[in-house]
Nanobody, 123 residues
Framework: VQLQAFGGGAVQAGGSLRLSCAVS????????MGWFRQAPGKEREFVAG????????SYTDSVKGRFTISRDNAKNTVFLQMNSLKPEDTGVYFC?????????????????WGQGTEVTVSS
């Protein structure tokens, strides 16, 4: 499984960005796609997840109401729409895939990772 994330950039606080993660290679009947981020000097953290089969979602508290994760089954792509961005959203964003029915929030549960895409939010 190969994951390719793109769509990062630099925006001012209050702005929006849409990240995409293209999935290719072997696919599974059940898996979860997750977005994680890593701020400078901090550990990588869970941001949002979605089950590929039925589209159930989960978000970390700090992004609820501002970020939306979605998927396009036909294009094998997962999106993260980020609105009302804050400086604390700055970091490198990674997409990951977990062969599971359940959305996990811990890094070690995810089997496949894409390269990161950088998001910078200025105040």
């Amino acid at each position: 499984v190969q994951l390719q994330a793109f769509g990062g950039g630099a925006v001012q606080a209050g702005g929006s960005l849409r990240l995409s993660c293209a999935v290719s290679g072997r696919t599974f009947s059940r898996y979860v796609m997750g977005w994680f981020r890593q701020a400078p000097g901090k550990e990588r953290e869970f941001v949002a997840g979605i089950t590929w089969s039925i589209g159930s979602t989960s978000y970390t508290d700090s992004v609820k109401g501002r970020f939306t994760i979605s998927r396009d089954n036909a294009k094998n792509t997962v999106f993260l729409q980020m609105n009302s961005l804050k400086p604390e959203d700055t970091g490198v964003y990674f997409c990951a895939a977990d062969v599971s029915w359940v959305i996990h929030t811990t890094i070690n549960m995810y089997d496949y990772w894409g390269q990161g895409t950088e998001v910078t939010v200025s105040s």
